[in-house]
C-alpha cells in the first residue's frame, strides 16, 4: 500500500472490514469460520454481495442508492481495499462492510443457503489462455454455489467486455437447473451500475459490453 491507503486501512478498518479467521493461506477461511450478519451490520436487512469488488467503485455507488440494504464485498487485494475504504468514507455510506477473502471460499463458508438476494460479479479476470480457463471465476462448481446460496427469486448480475467470456459464463448458467436466464440471452446493461475503471477500458478499446441476470430457482435450494 502507498502511504494514503495504510492510513485510510488504519483509520478507517474497524469501520468497514469484517475479520474472518484464516485458513492455510492469508486469503482464505478457515473450516468453520461464520459471521453473524445482521450483527456486522447492526441490523436485519437484504442482503447483496459483490465478488471481486476492487477499488469500491460499484460498493460506494450502489451503497448511496439502496440505504435499505446490507451490502458486502469479497476481496483479495489490499491495497484495492484500502482505495475502497476512502471511497466508502468520502461517500459517507454506511451500509457496506467488507471481507478480505477468497470470493467463493467466502461465499462457501460465510454465507447460508438462501441467505443472498443479489450477487454482483462485474468484469471478473477473463484469462484469456485456454490453459489458464481453470481460474475462470465463472465454472458450474460456482453456478451451483451461488443458485444454493441466493433466496428464491434473487438474482446473480454478471458482466464482461470479452466476448469469449460472456458465451463461456452463459453456456455454464444455462446448464445449471438452480438459475434461470431472465432474459434468454444478453440482459439489458443494469442502469445503477456505475461505469467502472474495467468497463471504461473495455469501452475505450471498442469492445461490447456483455451482461447477463439469472434469478435463482427451487431447484437450487438444497444444492
Known amino acids: 500500500m502507498n502511504p494514503s491507503q495504510e492510513r485510510a486501512w488504519a483509520r478507517l478498518h474497524d469501520r468497514y472490514i469484517v475479520d474472518v479467521p484464516r485458513g492455510e493461506r492469508a486469503t482464505s477461511v478457515a473450516p468453520g469460520a461464520t459471521v453473524e450478519w445482521p450483527a456486522a451490520f447492526g441490523?436485519?436487512?437484504?442482503?447483496?454481495?459483490?465478488?471481486?469488488?476492487?477499488?469500491?467503485?460499484?460498493?460506494?455507488?450502489l451503497a448511496g442508492q439502496?440505504?435499505?440494504?446490507n451490502i458486502v464485498g469479497l476481496e483479495v487485494f489490499e491495497p484495492g481495499i484500502a482505495s475502497t475504504l476512502s471511497r466508502l468514507a468520502r461517500a459517507d455510506v454506511h451500509n457496506v462492510r467488507i471481507v478480505v477473502a477468497d470470493g467463493t471460499q467466502a461465499l462457501d463458508a460465510l454465507f447460508p443457503p438462501?441467505?443472498?438476494?443479489?450477487?454482483?460479479?462485474?468484469?471478473?479476470?477473463?484469462?484469456?489462455k485456454k490453459r489458464h480457463h481453470k481460474r475462470?471465476?465463472?465454472?458450474?462448481d460456482v453456478a451451483r454455489l451461488v443458485a444454493s446460496r441466493l433466496?428464491?427469486?434473487?438474482?446473480?448480475?454478471?458482466?464482461?467486455?470479452?466476448?469469449?467470456?460472456?458465451?463461456?459464463?452463459?453456456?455454464?448458467?444455462?446448464?445449471?437447473?438452480?438459475?434461470r436466464n431472465e432474459f434468454a440471452q444478453w440482459a439489458p446493461r443494469w442502469a445503477d451500475r456505475p461505469v467502472t475503471k474495467f468497463e471504461q477500458r473495455g469501452i475505450d478499446a471498442g469492445r461490447r459490453i456483455y451482461d447477463l441476470s439469472y434469478l435463482a430457482s427451487d431447484a437450487g435450494a438444497d444444492a
Open 151 to 179: 433466496v428464491a427469486g434473487g438474482r446473480w448480475r454478471l458482466a464482461t467486455d470479452w466476448a469469449d467470456y460472456a458465451e463461456w459464463m452463459r453456456d455454464i448458467l444455462d446448464a445449471e437447473p438452480g438459475l
Open 66 to 69: 439502496q440505504p435499505q440494504a
Open 136 to 140: 475462470r471465476l465463472v465454472n458450474a
Open 43 to 61: 441490523r436485519t436487512a437484504p442482503l447483496l454481495v459483490e465478488i471481486g469488488s476492487g477499488v469500491g467503485e460499484v460498493l460506494a455507488a
Open 114 to 128: 438462501r441467505s443472498i438476494t443479489e450477487l454482483w460479479t462485474f468484469f471478473p479476470d477473463p484469462w484469456h
